[in-house]
């Protein structure tokens, strides 16, 4: 009996020695195997038992269980102690400046479509337009018929129609916007119609959706002149002061007479280049006055009224304004595209 008190002492010096002058958690690992390990010395302590009389055993067997548990509880308090120092010189290398720019926010910006747009409504809402919209899927009479355009009419394969169901299309164009206004208003009236527009074609200056403006006046007495004047306002205001249009005579079959109107190009100044295809100007929008067969199929009085309506791409003007050469990449939602605008 004293013999084993006298060898738990010893092995209990020797324990707190070494747990005393520990530093790192790799010698505490074998500390636990020299005392709690299979071999350690508690286990053999353990096995010294055996023989030992059952009243020795109950004694001595207490001595054991509470040394081992002293080194288990110390074991685990300096476990926890190491674990925690341990990761500490990792967080002091770690240097933080506090001098640095918090991290931004990316905010988003308007679609240089939706931009340009909003730029066109200005101008016109200054010119004493309204703004009004109305169906993409159009019915064949709003989209072709009122518009004087009848079924044989060879102008439809001016428009590459996506046809929908019955006599539903994909709007070709917003001059179907026009036919609603006059059914619902009567004249004096200044509307511009923004929106999309579908047409069965694909290349680098076609996408099967894209962008028109329509505008439309009716009053009396208005003349071409009315329509050039506020072209040119337009115009000049989108491009500059200095820019130089010119009328050319076109055909639609809802306006008589009808223009295709140019503008000077605007990357080579008029000197001729790849985009104006070397002649100087490039269109830009189809205009005219309004043909009486329209005022007819709305019901105005064709004798008394007069009007003038014109249309226009919102990607192609984005695409002279900032010199894009593909009209594919305003929908490919490229970021490094879009973040330029
Ligand atoms: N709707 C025609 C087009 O899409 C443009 C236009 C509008 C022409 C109004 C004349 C008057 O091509």
Redesign the pocket.
């Known amino acids: 009996m004293l013999k084993m008190i006298a060898t738990i002492e010893k092995h209990q010096q020797d324990f707190d020695s070494r747990i005393h002058s520990i530093s790192t958690s790799e010698p505490l690992k074998q500390i636990r195997i020299d005392f709690l390990g299979k071999k350690g010395c508690i286990q053999a302590l353990m096995k010294e038992l055996r023989q030992a009389t059952p009243e020795e055993k109950r004694e001595q067997g207490k001595l054991i269980n509470d040394f081992k548990q002293y080194v288990d509880n110390l074991l685990k308090v300096k476990e926890d102690e190491l674990g925690k120092t341990a990761k500490q010189p990792a967080s002091k290398n770690e240097t933080f400046d506090t001098t640095l720019p918090g991290r931004r926010e990316t905010t988003g910006t308007l679609h240089p479509i939706t931009q340009v747009m909003e730029e066109i409504k200005t101008i016109f809402l200054g010119l004493g337009f309204q703004v009004e919209e109305g169906p993409e899927i159009e019915t064949d009479y709003y989209n072709f018929e009122a518009l004087n355009i009848p079924k044989d009419h060879p102008a439809r394969d001016m428009q590459d129609t996506f046809y929908v169901e019955g006599d539903a299309v994909l709007r070709?164009?917003?001059?179907p916007v026009q036919i609603h206004v006059m059914e619902n208003r009567e004249p004096p009236l200044r509307i511009i119609a923004p929106g999309k527009v579908y047409r069965c074609d694909s290349d680098v200056s076609h996408t099967p959706m894209f962008h028109?403006i329509?505008g439309l006046m009716v009053e009396e007495n208005l003349s071409f002149s009315h329509l050039k004047g506020i072209m040119n306002i337009f115009l000049q205001e989108v491009f500059g002061k200095k820019t130089k249009v010119r009328f050319r005579p076109s055909f639609?079959p809802?306006?008589c007479p009808?223009a295709e109107v140019d503008i000077q190009c605007v990357i080579c100044s008029g000197s001729g280049c790849r985009v104006c295809s070397q002649t100087g100007w490039v269109e830009i929008l189809?205009?005219?006055m309004v043909d009486p067969a329209v005022f007819n199929c709305v019901d105005y009085d064709a004798e008394k009224w007069t009007g003038f309506?014109?249309?226009l791409g919102i990607e192609r003007i984005s695409m002279l304004k900032y010199g894009i050469n593909d009209i594919r990449l305003f929908f490919e939602n490229d970021l490094r595209f879009l973040k330029q605008f």
Request: charged residues 5%.
């Open positions: 070709t164009h917003t001059s028109q329509e639609f809802f306006t009808s189809g205009a005219g309506a014109f249309g």
